[in-house]
C-alpha cells in the first residue's frame, strides 16, 4: 500500500505509524516504512503537493519513487541515525 500525508514533524509522525498510534488506512495496512519523502517551504505547500500526488496514478507513484530509491530502501533509517529525536 501507498500512503500520502502531510506533517510538521517527519520524525515523530514516522514513530506514530510504526508502533500503531494513529488511527486509519495506516494503521488498517500496517504501514511501515518510508520510502520518500519530499521537504516543502510551507504547510500550503505541503497540502498542494499532497492533493497532486494523491490524484496521480498508482504507476507515477512508484516511478516517483524507484527514481531515488529502487529497492524501496526504508529512508527512515538515515533520519534515525542522525540523532533526531521524534518528539
Given amino acids: 500500500m501507498l500512503f500520502t500525508g502531510v506533517t510538521n514533524n517527519l520524525l515523530r509522525r514516522h514513530y506514530e505509524h510504526t508502533n500503531g498510534?494513529?488511527?486509519?488506512?495506516?494503521?488498517?495496512?500496517?504501514?511501515k516504512r518510508l520510502v520518500y519523502y519530499e521537504e516543502?517551504?510551507?504547510?500550503?505547500?505541503?497540502i498542494t503537493r499532497e492533493k497532486q500526488l494523491k490524484n496521480w496514478h498508482r504507476k507515477w507513484?512508484?516511478?516517483l519513487i524507484e527514481k531515488d530509491s529502487p529497492r524501496w530502501?526504508?529512508?527512515?533509517?538515515?533520519?534515525?541515525?542522525?540523532g533526531s529525536s521524534p518528539e
Avoid: M, N, R
Wanted: cysteine-free; glycine content about 6%.
Fill in 21 to 31: 498510534l494513529t488511527q486509519g488506512f495506516t494503521k488498517w495496512y500496517q504501514v
Fill in 61 to 63: 507513484k512508484i516511478a
Fill in 73 to 82: 530502501d526504508d529512508l527512515s533509517i538515515g533520519l534515525l541515525d542522525s
Fill in 40 to 46: 516543502t517551504p510551507s504547510i500550503e505547500a505541503a
